[in-house]
């Protein structure tokens, strides 16, 4: 699927494609050094190597010449899903001595929902830096609340009707709230590039599984012998269109969301990824990692991040510089820019 690509700004400077300068032959030993001790510690290193790894990335991305940053602390995220592993202990437990207890726990983790994700979203943001000022995200609950958890709900009583509803929803959420430098993001999402979207990925794909749910059939009752061929062709159909709709349904949204963000009247991003071609790397990626047992996972990560960044471009006003200076300036007075800050990566 081709979205439009927005019309260029004329009044920001020339696009310039995003870069990504790390390399499979450095990232390896990190990725093997992670592994290894995060077997040995049980998992428990796992926190550590997240960081490090997160780091890597962040510190090789980068846009108009300078890198981000990466300032999570690993006791930070260790605290966090000590937290999700007691928590889901407890409703374990709960659940097989205590019905009415898990119930009531159930309702206060329902209503919990969207405080966590704010405060997952918080986190990160704030942990992100560029050319040494920090992201911010400040959501509010009730909006939330209705984005995730009324949403899905309304979703499944559409028979996924209001789908496209829920995800541009979901995305404008987690965009709209950002800032950067006192400047908030936004992306201009509009419900019928959306629906569009959900036409051509979802409901053509779901149709032509039908198709193949009466062509089953039909070779079922036709064929000797034919029930067990009938039914492995349709389970693996089954299996491969809701992969490809998951796989599509994201690359599109990707495409959409980096079409229409913008900071202000300083920044604004647009993009050239092919669906397909980035569908071949996915997909090429997942059969090089099957071959080799894994190990060519570090390879697939740095080529994917590598196409991502050739293919996002940015148009900066000439008075950017400008703008960052002024953001340093207010956030050094606050004493924002190194000081330590309070949190913990809940992974929501």
């Known amino acids: ?5 927005p019309q ?16 499979t032959s450095e990232y390896f030993g990190i990725w093997l050094s992670n592994l290894l001790l995060s ?26 010449d300078y890198a981000f940053g990466y300032h999570a602390e690993a006791i930070q995220i260790l605290k966090g899903r000590v937290i999700v592993v007691g928590t889901l202990i407890l409703l374990n437990i709960a659940a097989s001595f205590f019905p009415v207890i898990y119930t009531f726990l159930i309702i206060i983790l329902f209503f919990a929902i969207p405080y966590l994700i704010n405060l997952s979203l918080e986190f990160n943001a704030k942990i ?9 995200f400040s959501g509010d609950y009730w909006e939330a609340f209705l984005t995730f958890q009324i949403m899905p709900i309304l979703t499944v009583l559409s028979l996924g009707l209001l789908a496209p509803v829920a995800v541009k929803k979901a995305f404008g959420y987690v965009y709209n709230n950002l800032s950067y430098g006192g400047k908030h993001l936004t992306a201009d999402l509009t419900y019928t590039l959306f629906y569009l979207m959900f036409l051509k990925v979802v409901v053509l794909p779901i149709l032509a599984m039908l198709g193949l749910v009466y062509i089953t059939t039909a070779i079922q009752l036709n064929l000797d012998g034919g ?3 009938g039914m492995f062709i349709l389970v693996f159909g089954v299996y491969f269109t809701i992969l490809f709709i998951f796989v599509i349904y994201r690359i599109c949204c990707l495409r959409l969301v980096f079409n229409a963000l913008r900071l202000d009247s300083y920044m604004r991003f647009s993009n050239t990824i092919s669906s397909t071609r980035l569908l071949w790397i996915l997909f090429s990626n997942l059969v090089a990692i099957v071959f080799t047992v894994g190990l060519a996972i570090p390879w697939a990560q740095v080529r994917k991040s590598r ?6 471009q940015t148009q900066t006003n000439p008075d950017f510089s400008d703008f960052i200076g ?4 207010a956030q050094s007075s606050i004493g924002e820019e190194f000081a330590d800050f309070e949190g913990v990566e809940l992974g929501l």
């Open 1 to 5: 699927m081709q979205e439009p690509h």
């Open 39 to 64: 077997i040995i510690t049980l998992g428990i290193y796992s926190a550590w190597a997240k960081v490090r790894r997160l780091q890597y990335f962040y510190n090789h991305t980068y846009l108009d």
């Open 307 to 312: 196409y991502l960044c050739d293919n996002i």
């Open 326 to 329: 002024t953001a340093q300036k």
């Open 8 to 23: 260029l700004d004329q009044s920001l400077g020339k696009p310039r494609p995003m870069r990504f300068s790390g390399l």
């Open 128 to 136: 992100t830096s560029y050319r040494n000022l920090r992201f911010k």
């Open 227 to 229: 029930i067990e061929l």
